[in-house]
């Protein structure tokens, strides 16, 4: 099949002018030459879900049948985390969005079709009181200026939503009165923390955060589990298809009760929590993350769960040493990230030898690599293929795999 992939990466609209949403739904995006989100906003939504289904089969159709893609119903606006840039370019004018691909640049957006519809309205909100409160923008040249960035997390089932101010010092005298202007006009705000950012670095987040009202975190519920959110915290970006995905994960795993099942590169628990509210006996959480292990012990925590321990650590060198211990879970699930895994963490599966492993894969290239190792050396074999698209207009493709032993 032959795609012209353009370089965008998403797609950002600069005003709600009806002509430009009209742009938008054709695919054509005003700032998508110079946004790096998109990448097949070029193609209407069923031709993007085409054009994934046929990668998926080129890759992994010799391991076994792929089912058709899950799309979403809307694929719209799904983005439950927003961020962006502040500059003030040279007539004094204060512009927020998000960086040119692979450049410095911010391009100038209103509103994006990916991203949360409340999340970009505050973020307008926000650059417009910055001359009302005589704060400037960060000026990444010079290191100077005050805003750097601005994160807003929205808890899609909670309707809670924190707002993150990632400022380059400390000194924000004006903060109070603030919070109290932007929570009057957005009271879904629950909580507004300000994050010192001094360094001259790409990351967004620096190391000091001070919470100026609320809790400093949100809630949201995935799977009738209830999720705590953090500034810093990994959480799936689109919790409507992360459902799906999940339920689909949990088909694969075809759990009774009573099995002991691991997670592997498990972030915050989160499939794990769902697989012991599901009825699994026990449950253990390997991830490499220290921060996420923090998390995932509160979600079990807060979710009344007993029956599931989590552990820092690298999951292959686990898995390995689970092994050598003689360990036999029921089922392991692997979810791990873009780069796949690795010839450790295989060939302790391999060992373990669990009756069940759910492979979840962000990335059907690595995907594809490991399946054929574990073809080569094991009786493992591939069950089912289901593709869920998590990021519509995206060429990013996820894929659950559920393997059986020969
Ligand atoms: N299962 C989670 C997270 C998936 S993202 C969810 O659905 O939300 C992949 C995770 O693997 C990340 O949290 C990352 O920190 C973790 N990770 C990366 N390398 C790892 C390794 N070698 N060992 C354990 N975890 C790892």
């Known amino acids: 099949m032959s795609v012209i992939i353009t370089i965008c ?87 927020s969005g998000v960086y040119q691909s692979s450049t410095h640049h911010i391009v100038g957006i209103d509103s994006c079709q990916t991203e949360d519809i409340v999340a970009d309205e505050i973020i307008v909100e926000i650059r417009k009181m910055l001359k009302s409160f005589k704060l400037t923008t960060y000026d990444e040249k010079f290191q100077r200026g005050f805003l750097r960035h601005v994160l807003v997390k929205r808890g899609f089932s909670t309707n809670q939503v924190m707002v993150v101010l990632v400022t380059s010092t400390q000194n924000f005298s004006s903060k109070n009165n603030f919070v109290k202007v932007l929570v009057k006009k957005f009271p879904n705000i629950t909580t507004v923390i300000q994050n010192v950012n001094p360094y001259k670095t790409n990351l967004l987040l620096g190391n000091f955060q001070k919470i100026l009202y609320g809790k400093g975190y949100i809630d949201d519920i995935l799977c009738g589990c209830k999720f705590r959110i953090s500034p810093k915290s990994f959480y799936q970006i689109n919790p409507v298809q992360t459902e799906v995905l999940y339920n689909k994960a949990m088909d694969f795993a075809d759990l009774k009760g009573k099995e002991t099942v691991l997670d592997t590169y498990c972030g915050i628990g989160t499939i794990g929590i769902v697989a012991a509210k599901r009825g699994a006996g026990q449950v253990i959480g390997i991830e490499l993350n220290k921060d996420a292990v923090r998390d995932a012990v509160q979600n079990a925590k807060n979710n009344n769960l007993k029956n599931i321990k989590f552990y820092q650590g690298d999951a292959g060198k686990f898995m390995a040493e689970a092994v050598d211990e003689g360990e036999i879970p029921d089922v392991v699930f692997m979810d791990p990230p873009r780069a796949g895994s690795d010839e450790r963490f295989l060939n302790a599966l391999i060992k373990m030898s669990p009756k069940t492993v759910v492979y979840i894969s962000c990335n059907p290239e690595t995907l594809a690599r490991d399946l054929h190792y574990l073809k080569k050396n094991s009786d493992y074999r591939v069950d089912k293929i289901q593709p869920v698209d998590m990021f519509p207009h995206t060429a990013s493709i996820e894929c659950v795999v559920k393997l059986w032993k020969k």
């Open 9 to 95: 990466e998403r797609e950002y609209y600069m005003s709600q002018s009806s002509n430009t949403k009209k742009n938008i739904q054709n695919g054509s995006c005003p700032v998508y030459k110079k946004c790096g989100g998109c990448q097949l906003q070029n193609l209407s939504y069923p031709n993007q879900l085409k054009f994934k289904q046929n990668k998926v089969e080129k890759l992994l159709k010799s391991f076994g049948s792929v089912e058709p893609i899950i799309a979403m119903d809307n694929p719209y606006h799904y983005r439950n985390k927003v961020q962006a840039a502040f500059r003030t370019d040279k007539n004094g004018k204060i512009i």
